[in-house]
T-cell receptor, first 115, second 110 residues
Framework: NAGVMQNPRHLVRRRGQEARLRCSPM?????VYWYRQLPEEGLKFMVY????????ESGMPKERFSAEFPKEGPSILRIQQVVRGDSAAYFC?????????????FGPGTRLTVT | GQNIDQPTEMTATEGAIVQINCTYQ??????LFWYQQHAGEAPTFLSY????GLEEKGRFSSFLSRSKGYSYLLLKELQMKDSASYLC???????????FGAGTTVTVRA
């Protein structure tokens, strides 16, 4: 059973470009969470999604950031017009349906570098 | 919101015991988690406490006191591979969102 998959693992973008980060949850999981980890800081919650629904986006910046989890395919975290401050590791986690889960399983992360 | 504090760094010798403390102040509480994270890798689940007391899993144990807003992770018989960052996380009353501390970097020396 494959774990949480994220791609790309490393992404380099110039200022002003768009970044698209993908997350495929574990098989059978329908809850997806995105976290951001800045250098020397803890993980910060960004958004919680279920299939076709954004449940809580309270941790996501109001501008330039959006997330989706379509009926088919991976969850996407999209950052428009990236700035240097967006450089961070972005982790996706998933948990099973029905119960939001005692445990969130994390993917390997996407390390975004904005030059 | 959540305010979670843990020491930044700890160093210990191979074979020894290390205790990582975590204190939290929360508006709601529905469980405390410990994760291990090696540099450049994903956090991996270590333990979960929702009731007061000690949970033991092999060389790792975790303790919780809800009235004191306090937890610790105990690592016994340290091995070199235990060198990593240990993250304390609290789940809020809404049952899904995790709030993380900044992590404690543990260095195990021979």
């Amino acid at each position: 059973n494959a774990g949480v998959m994220q791609n790309p693992r490393h992404l380099v973008r110039r200022r002003g470009q768009e970044a698209r980060l993908r997350c495929s949850p574990m098989k059978g999981h329908s809850h997806v969470y995105w976290y951001r980890q800045l250098p020397e800081e803890g993980l910060k919650f960004m958004v919680y999604l279920q299939k076709e629904n954004i449940i809580d986006e309270s941790g996501m910046p109001k501008e330039r950031f959006s997330a989706e989890f379509p009926k088919e395919g991976p969850s996407i975290l999209r950052i428009q017009q990236v700035v240097r401050g967006d450089s961070a590791a972005y982790f996706c986690a998933s948990s099973p349906p029905g119960k939001s889960g005692d445990e969130q399983y994390f993917g390997p992360g996407t390390r975004l570098t904005v030059t | 919101g959540q305010n979670i504090d843990q020491p930044t760094e700890m160093t210990a010798t191979e074979g020894a015991i290390v205790q990582i403390n975590c204190t939290y102040q929360t508006s709601g509480f529905n469980g405390l988690f410990w994760y291990q994270q090696h540099a450049g890798e994903a956090p991996t689940f270590l333990s979960y406490n929702v009731l007061d007391g000690l949970e033991e899993k092999g060389r790792f144990s975790s303790f919780l006191s809800r009235s004191k807003g306090y937890s610790y992770l105990l690592l016994k018989e340290l091995q070199m591979k235990d060198s990593a960052s240990y993250l304390c996380a609290v789940r809020d009353r809404n049952d899904y969102k995790l709030s993380f501390g900044a992590g404690t970097t543990v260095t195990v020396r021979a």
